[in-house]
């Protein structure tokens, strides 16, 4: 089992940009599918991108694509979320997820999620 925690949240401008990191414990974690989720206050929680075990494969929302980045750093056991061009829309809780099966963009498909870091947009 995998244990996650993110950071690099805050309070930043619309246009400004934010880099998020998971931290995963253990040593497996170059086996695992991980993806960004989010949840804007009042709404479900919502898929932002994912990356494959290796990062050869990434997949973005449409709402994001273009301006965020993911990435891992196996040998770190780390996962980033490059955010550039924020909107106000942008405003979350961020979430990552972590899955041993190749998932979909469903949350209810991940199996491991850290606590969340809070990311605010300001106009």
């Known amino acids: 089992q995998v244990q996650l925690v993110e950071s690099g949240g805050g309070l930043v401008q619309a246009g400004d940009s934010l880099r998020l990191s998971c931290e995963a414990s253990g040593r497996s974690f170059n086996t695992y599918y991980m993806g960004w989720f989010r949840q804007a206050p009042g709404k479900e929680r919502e898929f932002v991108a994912r990356i494959s075990q290796r990062g050869t494969y990434t997949y973005y929302s449409d709402s994001v694509k273009g301006r965020f980045d993911i990435s891992r750093d196996n040998a770190k056991n780390t996962l980033y979320l490059q955010m550039n061009s924020l909107k106000s829309e942008d405003t979350a809780v961020y979430y990552c997820?972590?899955?041993?099966?190749?998932?979909?963009?469903?949350?209810?498909?991940?199996?491991?999620w850290g606590q969340g870091t809070q990311v605010t947009v300001s106009s």
């Open positions: 997820a972590a899955s041993r099966l190749d998932r979909d963009n469903s949350d209810s498909q991940w199996p491991f």
